[in-house]
């Protein structure tokens, strides 16, 4: 089996880990990706928070500091047939910018795995929204089962 | 690019790396590290943060009984069905308002999805008798060294910059502090929480400001003194001398902030 390679970002700190539960040969990265930390400044509150959090996983993850699009293409040249795969975020430009990388890099986007299907209405105001959707959303947080 | 280490003695030396490494990234000023520790928390964990029925009676109070694990969630250290399904086993009824609480999230992600622009433009134009170009587009620095007329804002601003967390009435009364009272644009202000708030979602935290400066509501949200005093008055300084420019019925301030704003 090929060796595969979960690229975590911020969003999925854990949820990678899940997803790639029974997959052999799988090792974790995780890039404080400087492009995105430019247009996206933060505080050194939430630096810690995110660090502190990978120090804690039950696995262990690479962490690097440098431009994601660099690291990532530098795995492949090092690891040929290596196959990497990312969870596709929700924030739209941190999207892009994966999106982006993984064009460049022949990285997987995954799915993002869902609470409950969305609406098949347009429901841009919240309670047409929650009414739309409440009903599964509980159905499927009775039947979550073991998982984060 | 530079390999991290994964092995600290202490949690300063962590603070001293990432300060150290990250120069050029972080945001000025603000080198402390939270006294809330990003960890993994256990089903166990989770089920002690969670008092769906305290929740529903009291989470407009500062002191309410919140989850506090909005940091968590934004991560994706746990999931927002997860925290549903522990709400729910202690019954539906109780659990209503939490459950509803997580599904605003969702439903935040689901307009960013789709209208990815509304992340930083106006949705739609303000309802304060405003144009967008009244409003200035750089924080001042009373407001960012938490050093206002009023010493229950500058409270809540030291609650973002020390720790990354400010309760969900208080993110209001800064977000409407900031557009109506100082006549800032949102996206200043929304900027400035999404890099300190542990759980900044640009979705949930820039929709949210939108909503309190009516791009994406009917009209401006505003409050007064004596809304702050009721919610959070046993625990933060809510005295009319040292709040001035909140001391206030929602008349007359309505008349001051929005003079041309016809009903």
């Known amino acids: 089996m090929s060796p595969q390679l979960f690229w975590l970002h911020d969003e999925v700190l854990s949820e990678a880990l899940i997803e790639a539960q029974g997959t052999e040969c799988c090792t974790f990265l995780f890039v404080f990706d400087t492009v995105w930390l430019r247009q996206r400044p933060v505080s050194l509150k939430r630096i810690q928070f995110i660090y502190e959090t990978l120090l804690a996983l039950p696995v262990a993850i690479e962490i690097v500091y440098g431009d994601a699009a660099e690291v990532l293409k530098q795995k492949g040249l090092e690891h040929p047939g290596l196959v990497c795969k990312v969870i596709a975020p929700n924030d739209p430009e941190l999207f892009e910018r994966i999106e982006g990388i993984a064009n460049e890099a022949g990285i997987a986007i995954l799915e993002r795995p869902r609470w409950f299907p969305p609406p098949a209405i347009k429901a841009f105001r919240f309670f047409k929204f929650y009414k739309a959707v409440r009903g599964a959303a509980i159905l499927a947080a009775r039947d979550r089962g073991v998982e984060r | ?263």
């Open chain 2, 1 to 263: 690019m530079k390999q991290l280490p994964s092995k600290f003695d202490n949690r300063e030396a962590l603070t001293a790396l990432i300060a150290e490494t990250f120069e050029s990234e972080l945001i000025e000023g603000h080198r402390q590290p939270s006294s809330i520790h990003g960890q993994v928390l256990s089903e166990a964990e989770l089920a002690e943060c969670i008092q769906p029925a305290a929740y529903a009676r009291t989470r407009n109070f500062y002191d309410g009984a919140v989850s506090r694990l909005s940091p968590f969630v934004r991560h994706g250290v746990v999931n927002r069905k997860t925290l549903a399904g522990i709400a729910l086993a202690g019954g539906d009824k109780p659990a209503e308002k939490f459950v509803q609480e997580l599904i605003w999230g969702e439903f935040w992600q689901h307009v960013a999805k789709g209208r990815p622009s509304g992340l930083w433009q106006d949705a739609e134009p303000y309802k304060t008798g405003f144009s967008s170009s009244d409003y200035a587009s750089e924080l001042p620095q009373d407001i960012v060294t938490g050093t206002t007329p009023n010493a229950c804002l500058n409270h809540f601003i030291r609650d973002l910059h020390e720790t990354g967390y400010v309760h969900n009435h208080a993110r209001m009364y800064l977000a409407a502090y900031v557009v109506h009272f100082r006549r800032i644009r949102w996206q200043a202000g929304a900027a400035w929480f999404l890099a300190h708030l542990l759980d900044g979602d640009a979705a949930a935290n820039n929709h949210s400001w939108q909503w309190v400066a009516s791009t994406f509501g009917s009209k401006p949200y505003i409050f007064n003194l004596e809304n702050v005093a009721k919610y959070c008055g046993n625990q933060v300084d809510c005295r009319p001398k040292t709040n001035p420019e909140l001391d206030a019925s929602y008349e007359s301030l309505s008349a001051r902030l929005f003079p041309a704003r016809t009903l």
